[in-house]
């Protein structure tokens, strides 16, 4: 933050005119009652020989020293002198509160209202980047501005670009030129802004419920703030002071550095005011009520002793008229309002904010606080339901057990009837987040991308609130993502529904049916242990390891179909690839291919820059090097092992709770309806698809195979036939083992090649794509024909791969075949081979 002087400005130099009267102009929006430092700015006589002289150099000044000049007497003052609407604009609250009221005061200009929101959204996202470190993830920033606000036909358009500079940005985010496309999106966030200026002064002019005074000024935490700390350094401490855990990390602070009257002021100002506001709104009895006055004045007596009257050890510096000022109030009104210290807070906000706010972000005493678990008394084992109509007396859960709960749906309603339903599913998101296994880098990068979009990006569908300082951590951590990257926000959500809407919640007919639903399901556990383990749905039962690993073996399956669906989804389909290609790996013999194929594997998987990157512990990774220099079939057993464990205690729960494991389902209902409505012709259209084999069709399986022997359905006859060369083709292509079969398809043509010439160029190509140990579709081939390839490779002839044809096709005879036999393709391929021998 800026500092304070920098806002003075210096008289300036009148010219020497004789008996002219100059007058200051007016700077501020409302005219600052009271005494003030830019008296002298007023009106005032110039003669020929008077002349202002500048202001001197600015020395080193303490917050406290500053006060005395800057602080106005008033706290009605909406705005200070010099102030901007980027100052005011960097606050969240402040942009949340102007976008509301464009929503709500201009819905009759609808056209005009949205291209004003557009624009300050675009603002205040490109505002963004200044906290988020270079990298991947601020080039999907800058790309995410681009696509929504800059390029033609955008979603939410900004008007005020330039076919120039389009063409600009969109070079500079095709070339990923991140330092030119940043400067060029503040150049254009400049111009946007230009287009809230005038809506924004109606904004803060507006006394109505959705203007500046009603939303920020009686509503903030904190009376009104001098100068810079209008925007966003005010609500950064408005939000530290609700928030308990922040509160006691600022006092561990203050201990350690030696204390902070200002603070403790702050803090037990802001106690007094809740004993004041619940002594204007709470209904008690006489005696109640008097007693509760007495205590409310006590309160106040010790504040003023503490840290207003002369000679206390906390004793705050503030201005002596402002001091006689309190004391007169405090001693004129029997029970003082609650605005009675307000301008006092001012002084001992602005000296926190100066000297303290930003190192204490930095701080340790901060940085513990974040992960800390603050459980409000509410939630305690003493708070009960209330007993009525009959339903029996039940403690309320905490909030984390409501909402994770099965009693959620409840909570759920009243959050979507008050609009912020959002905060519920974000909460859930990051609970789920913090149980995945942080290891896997790339899968952690994903979700909390995904969670960044949805949440937490500007002008998101589904956009939480975050104050400024969790938002600008989560930005600097988002690239890299730790389990603990979300927790404050987790924090500020649980904060929000205890402070806002829980006591609301209590008061509503829906925790009264959250009541009797427990009572309910307390009355089902308590009936037998039996029932206790009816209670959860089937579809939550977890599958064990071993019957995972038979699930992942049924590759054609309908269930392993969704389950790929769902990983495409989550960007995680390389997992179950690797853990396919392994299997695959460990049958193949201990051979110079082995070699070959292991590093095809690392390559494609493990490489760090693979496309179909997999994830694995530092340690597996070592292990592997020490195999390479000696591979075998088993030295992806702890890679593999792994990977297992990822897919089948983290992939495979959230897939049974998505909507690909509810698809499953649906699927299996129509196949019974079809087998029921058309029979066996149904019945054998639904194996088809399902590629699966039940006992009441194994005749039909029969008769297809008594067509041929099964010495008569080879590899080489399904090879010789245009049609079931195609099916095998589709089949490989399905289970993933497409290149050896590309190989032999290639070759095949590589035969017929007419002219001479052209064979080494194409021999060349063909090697390079297959044999090489970079190859992209490497084949598995013996050493010995290898060397002979590549002896030949210089003047080759039609016959140089016939012995690699040989060996791919008995390798495919005895790998691939069997697979394919158990195919849904087998059964018209033995019918094809039938008719062609007929």
């Known amino acids: 933050m ?27 929006p409302v005219s600052i009652l009271g005494p003030s430092s830019h008296e002298h700015e007023g009106s005032m006589m110039a003669t020929g020989v008077d002349v202002v ?17 800057v602080i106005s007497a008033s706290t009605q003052n ?14 969240n609250k402040t942009s949340q509160a102007f976008l509301n009221y464009i929503r709500h005061t201009e819905g009759g200009m609808s056209r005009q209202s949205s291209v004003i929101e557009n624009a300050l959204v675009f603002w205040m996202t490109v505002r963004d980047l200044d906290f988020v470190p270079d990298g991947m993830f601020r080039s999907f920033v800058i790309a995410g501005a681009y696509e929504s606000y800059i390029q033609p036909h955008a979603k939410r358009e900004v008007p005020v670009v330039s076919n120039v500079e389009r063409a600009q940005l969109k070079l500079y985010v095709d070339e990923v030129e991140m330092d030119e496309a940043t400067a060029l999106l503040q150049q254009i966030s400049l111009d ?18 959705y203007g500046f005074r009603e939303t920020r000024l009686n509503k903030g935490t904190l009376p009104n703030f001098p100068y810079e700390t209008q925007g966003e350094q005010r609500e950064i401490l408005e939000d530290l002071l609700e928030h308990p855990s922040s509160c006691r990390a600022f006092r561990e602070y203050f201990q350690r550095i030696g204390g902070c009257p200002e603070y403790m002021f702050l803090v037990d100002v802001l106690d007094y005011k809740d004993t004041v506001q619940a002594l204007h709104h709470e209904t008690m009895t006489a005696e109640k009520h008097q007693l509760h006055v007495g205590y409310t004045m006590r309160k106040l007596r010790k504040i003023y002793n503490k840290y207003l009257k002369h000679g206390s050890k906390a004793m705050i510096h503030i201005q002596e008229r402002l001091r006689e000022s309190i004391l007169l109030d405090i001693a004129k009104n029997p029970i003082p309002s609650v605005e009675v210290f307000d301008i006092a807070m001012n002084s001992c906000s602005y000296v926190v904010i100066l000297d303290h706010l930003n190192l204490f972000l930095q701080s340790p005493e901060y940085e513990a606080s974040k992960s800390r678990r603050v459980e409000p008394e509410i939630h305690g084992e003493k708070d009960y339901f209330v007993p009525t109509n009959g339903l029996p007396t039940l403690p309320v859960p905490s909030l984390p057990v409501m909402v994770a709960g099965s009693g959620s749906k409840y909570f759920r309603s009243y959050l979507r009837d008050q609009g912020v339903e959002s905060t519920m599913d974000f909460y859930l998101e990051i609970e789920q987040f913090k149980l995945l296994p942080h290891n896997k880098k790339g899968y952690i990068a994903a979700i909390a991308g995904k969670i960044f979009k949805k949440y937490i990006c500007r002008g998101a569908k589904l956009e939480v609130y975050l104050p400024s300082h969790i938002r600008r951590n989560i930005l600097q951590d988002i690239a890299d993502p730790q389990d603990s990257t979300f927790n404050e926000a987790c924090e500020y959500v649980l904060g929000l529904w205890e402070r806002k809407y829980l006591k609301q919640f209590r008061a509503t007919p829906w925790f009264n049916d959250m009541h009797l639903h427990f009572s309910r399901e307390q009355k089902s556990l308590d009936g037998s242990e039996r029932q206790r383990a009816l ?4 579809r939550d039962e977890p599958i064990s390891q071993n019957a995972f690993r038979d699930l992942l073996a049924h590759e054609n399956s309908v269930q392993m ?8 989804k989550e960007s995680c389909a390389s997992y179950l690839l690797f853990y396919s290609e392994i299997e695959e790996f460990k049958r193949l013999p201990k051979s110079d291919y082995l070699t070959r194929q292991a590093k095809k594997i690392f390559y494609r998987f493990l490489h760090a820059s693979a496309k179909e990157s997999v994830c694995l512990s530092t340690a597996t990774i070592t292990e592997f090097n020490v195999h390479m220099e000696n591979p075998s079939p088993a030295m992806f057993r702890t890679a593999q092992e792994e990977v297992l464990q990822f897919l089948w205690k983290v992939l495979y729960p959230k897939f049974m709770k998505s909507p690909f494991f509810c698809d499953l389902a649906t699927i299996k209902e129509i196949d019974k309806a079809s087998i029921k409505a058309d029979g066996r012709a149904s019945k054998g259209a639904s194996m088809l698809r399902k590629g699966t084999v039940v006992p009441s069709m194994m005749s039909k399986r029969g008769s297809a195979e008594n067509l041929l022997a099964p010495q008569e359905v080879t590899i080489t006859a399904i090879l010789a036939n245009q049609d079931t060369r195609a099916m095998l083709l589709a089949f490989c292509e399905e289970i993933y083992c497409a290149e050896s079969l590309y190989f032999w398809l290639e070759c095949n043509e590589y035969k017929s090649i007419p002219h001479v010439d052209y064979l080494r160029v194409r021999a060349q190509k063909i090697y390079r794509k297959y044999i090489t140990d970079s190859a992209k579709l490497q084949v598995n081939l013996v050493h010995a024909i290898v060397r002979d390839i590549e002896k030949s490779l210089a003047a080759p002839s039609r016959t140089l791969f016939i012995k690699a044809q040989e060996a791919i096709v008995f390798m495919m005879g005895k790998d691939t075949l069997p697979k394919f036999k158990a195919s849904k393709f087998y059964d018209p391929c033995v019918r094809i081979l039938a008719d062609a021998v007929k």
């Open 2 to 28: 800026g500092s304070v002087l920098g806002k003075l400005r210096r008289p300036r130099r009148l010219q020497s005119v004789p008996h002219t009267r100059v007058e200051a102009a007016t700077v501020t």
């Open 53 to 69: 002289k500048p202001l001197p150099p600015r020395q080193a000044k303490t917050a406290k020293q500053i006060l005395k000049s």
């Open 78 to 91: 909406l705005l200070a002198d010099g102030t901007t609407a980027e100052d005011l604009l960097t606050g």
């Open 192 to 209: 946007a802004l230009e287009l809230v200026r005038e809506s924004f002064a109606a904004f803060l002019k507006d006394r109505g419920p």
């Open 535 to 538: 209670l959860p749905l089937e």
């Open 561 to 568: 179909t969704q389950f790929h669906k769902f990983l495409v």
